[in-house]
């Protein structure tokens, strides 16, 4: 059974500091790049940060969080993290980390998140 | 961005209706839409990929359809189980957007 399993929220003062992790079980983590997405209270989704796999290396960041926060993976362990600095009352959020699943026919390829945590809260307040 | 527009934000039917979500893309995506469920307090659910490919799981009754701009998620049958928020998504390009949300409720 595919899980993940968001942990580091907490509250924070602005400007301050967080680092969030995310740990996988039951897939093949290294084969999936992964990305973490965050929902604002009462609020919608906001994609915000993607890694691909370790050996495309590659990463997106939102511009919302551009520049602050800095996504990571480390594949021996299984795990995702999100590092989260200058923090402002706009990051408060429930933040999920979420699997990119895909669908390829031919040469076309359809991304999507088939797998999400269950979240972690992560509350910007003095 | 691609900027992703939902409607209408929030809707409320009948059990046994047949409910209509439409989101609309800033820009052509071809069929690079995904739709997903939230129901309170957890977390979305990948329903629909690829603008109409069901996920496995997922009931029947959900159906995608559309293509370029203009998409629409339909429920053929509204069950009280169905009552979340539903969001699209495009994943034409990076960042992945999403719509802002529609929320379906039970009359």
């Known amino acids: 059974e595919v899980q993940l399993v968001e942990s580091g929220g907490g509250l924070v003062q602005p400007g301050g500091s967080l680092r969030l992790s995310c740990v996988a079980s039951?897939?093949?983590?290294?084969?999936?790049?992964m990305k973490w997405v965050r929902q604002a209270p009462g609020k919608g989704l906001e994609w915000i940060s993607y890694?691909?796999?370790?050996?495309?290396?590659?990463?997106f960041d939102a511009d919302s969080v551009k520049g602050r926060f800095t996504i990571s993976r480390d594949d021996a362990k299984n795990s995702l993290y999100l590092q989260m600095n200058s923090l402002g009352v706009e990051d408060t959020a429930v933040y999920y980390c979420?699997?990119?699943?895909?669908?390829?026919?031919?040469?076309?390829?359809?991304?999507?998140?088939?797998?999400w945590g269950q979240g972690t809260l992560v509350t910007v307040s003095s | 961005d691609i900027q992703m527009t939902q409607s209408p934000s929030s809707l409320s039917a009948s059990v046994g209706d047949r409910v209509t979500i439409t989101c609309r893309a800033s820009q052509s995506i071809a069929s690079y839409l995904n739709w997903y469920q939230q129901e309170a307090g957890k977390a979305p659910k990948l329903l629909i990929y690829a603008a109409s490919s069901l996920q496995s799981g997922v009931p029947s009754r959900f159906s995608g359809s559309g293509s370029g701009t203009h998409f629409t998620l339909t429920i053929s049958s509204l069950q009280p189980e169905d009552i979340a928020t539903y969001f699209c998504q495009q994943s034409y390009s990076l960042p992945r957007t999403f719509g802002q949300g529609t929320k379906v409720e039970i009359k």
């Open positions: 979420a699997r990119e699943g895909g669908y390829c026919s031919g040469t076309t390829c359809y991304y999507y998140s088939d797998y």
């Open positions: 039951g897939f093949t983590f290294r084969s999936y790049s």
């Open positions: 890694i691909s796999t370790s050996g495309l290396g590659n990463k």
